[in-house]
């Protein structure tokens, strides 16, 4: 089936930059919108970046300016560049995708998280 794995996290100080990527994998058809979440420990998963298939973006408000997403349609890949990180910005970074997988219907994919700690 469909596979989403993500890596990229670490430890890094604030003020640094990490780029997370979350490639898919498995009979694939085509992919929708993927966006990445983030959760804080004692916190719901929240929405942080989102693109779909046709590159529209969104953004939360916390992360404006400071997080670009982008997409590789030839790897199946999508990536995110945290910059100006704080320690806010802290959590297991899941991926989360719309996939036309093998049966040809579109469903809904999540991988299984990488973790970010930022130190101040």
């Known amino acids: 089936q469909v596979q989403l794995v993500e890596s990229g996290g670490g430890l890094v100080q604030a003020g640094g930059s990490l780029r997370l990527s979350c490639a898919a994998s498995?009979?694939?058809?085509?992919?929708?919108?993927v966006a990445w979440y983030r959760q804080a420990p004692g916190n719901w998963r929240d929405m942080v970046a989102s693109?779909?298939?046709?590159?529209?973006?969104n953004y939360a408000d916390s992360v404006k300016g400071r997080f670009t997403i982008s997409r590789d349609n030839a790897k199946n890949t999508v990536y995110l560049q945290m910059d100006s990180l704080k320690p806010e910005d802290a959590g297991v970074y899941y991926c989360?995708?719309?996939?036309?997988?093998?049966?040809?219907?579109?469903?809904?994919?999540w991988g299984q998280g990488t973790q970010v700690t930022v130190s101040s």
């Open positions: 989360h995708a719309l996939i036309q997988d093998s049966s040809k219907r579109f469903q809904y994919y």
């Open positions: 693109i779909n298939n046709s590159g529209s973006i």
């Open positions: 498995g009979t694939i058809f085509s992919i929708d919108a």
